[in-house]
């Protein structure tokens, strides 16, 4: 009899259980992706670079002087809290006279991560020292650096910042 009642008890309690919460729901809060972005947009200064990391926008190597055969110029920017769909121009001049611009549009919220453009010449660069990058979030300018452009092989990478 005291071998009946041992699974009985058991059996009993679950099936009490079962009953007591048949009416009951349970819900869970779904979460589709990251939660919203709080605070303000905010952004660092425009850095330059011969080189950055291909997946996180990064700057490896910063630079203020390139030289007039370099393959790649990089300006890249800190962003924190910017919206999807904000629109960046990387802007770049010699001498007061855009040479490039480029647009575009977030794909995504940024919450702290970096955003670069970036200007691929194949004829050289013309020497001086009156270069400018400009960053500009929306229209307006968040961020200007000049630089040099030096003739080739004096500043074969840049010269470090």
Known sequence: MALHVRRVVPLLFFTCLLVAT???KVEFNKIDGPPPIRGDASFGDV????E???????PITEVSTFASDSSAMHAAIKVKNVRAGAEFRFQWSKGGEQILMIVMSLPIDMRDNWVSGS???TDGLPVGEDWQADVLYNGDVISSTTFSVEPSGSAATGDPV
């Open 22 to 24: 048949a009416g009951c």
């Open 47 to 50: 850095k330059l670079a011969t």
């Open 52 to 58: 950055i990391n291909d997946t996180s926008k990064e």
């Open 119 to 121: 200007l691929f010449p």
